[in-house]
């Protein structure tokens, strides 16, 4: 008895010995790793109607990655400014197409459609036109001449146009400024007739009315909807409304739903045609963005998208962002010279919060 006790007792002192020259490590739990929200899916590829955006041919020709991100992202082209009329139409008898030309025989080279914008707006008639004064009957053939000269050139190649864009002020009256208010005793005769000018030049092109703040300005939904309703029952070829969309991540988002649905009982294509969402609401010199306003951002898109995604499937068109990339947004080359960050791509190129949200609203 005496051995046993004395071996359990070494067992004991062995064992307290091995315990103190053991050192316990302290169980150390890793954080998760949490990646951002991405995706390799295109939002062109995603999407049954067309994504476009507004480009300049000195950018694709003079930026390897705004050429890139456009070819590879977008598969609808607009121009931003090379197609309007002051750019093209140069003296009576001069037009100059080279840029058109670029961007048409571009698009065609990387599987785009074109939609042309636009081919009467107030602010693009040149100088020279304005100066002449020229009187109605004048006025109208060389609009008409205009018109078909160029729709006429890129026939079967630019397969939709403006016709006109920004003829109603917001509460529905015509623009004094738009150079038809005045010179014909019926304005929305003339503009029907543009587009009957168009439609002979390309039969088979389809032709837009195109203006901003419809959602959201009654008045001018109103007078586009009479205008459409007026064509059609007078023949004239009209097939879509365009909205410009350029709101804030601050506009009313149960306005611009209500607004929408009013502009889809047209049963016209609906083409969001300019789209970018502001950040900078207050139009402040020291905005800095942040990422709580990116994301602000992101479910505006979401939101719009949604709609735009719900309308019935022979009303998509297309929806166009105005630019591809924050670092050239026309904003930032306004007047006001506030920052801003609207676009989908921000400055280097990258998919924003934004991108995302758009891709989401088509789910």
Known sequence: MRKVLLYISFLMLATTACKKNTV??????????????????????????????AVKSDLIKGESAYNNTFKGEFNQLSAEYEMKMNFIWTAENTYFFADCDYLVNYAQQNNMDVHGHTLLWYKSFPEWFKNANYDTVTFENKVKTFIQTVVGRYKGKIKSWDVAN??????????????????????????????????????????????????????????????????????????????????????????????????????????????????????????????ADKQKQAEVYKNIVKLYNAIPANQKFAITTWGITDKYTWLKESANGFKEYPLLFDESYAKKPAYFGFLAGLK
């Open 166 to 291: 920004e003829i109603f002020n917001d509460n529905g009256s015509l623009r004094v400024e738009s150079q038809i208010q005045g010179k014909f005793k019926d304005p929305i005769a003339f503009v029907g007739r543009c587009f009957k000018y168009a439609n002979e030049a390309d039969p088979a092109a389809k032709l837009f009315y195109n203006d901003y703040s419809v959602v959201l300005a009654a008045g001018k939904r109103r007078a586009m909807k009479e205008m459409a309703v007026r064509f059609k029952e007078s023949g004239v070829p009209i097939h879509g409304l365009g909205d410009q969309f350029h709101y804030r991540i601050s506009t009313n988002q149960t306005q611009i739903s209500n607004g929408f649905a009013d502009l889809v009982s047209t049963g016209l294509l609906i083409h969001i045609s300019e789209i970018d969402i502001k950040v900078n609401t207050n139009n402040v010199s020291t905005y800095v963005l942040t990422d």
């Open 24 to 53: 316990e490590k302290p169980i150390v739990v890793e954080p998760p790793v949490v990646t951002p929200p991405t995706s390799t899916e295109k939002i062109k590829d995603v999407a049954n109607f067309k994504f476009g955006a």
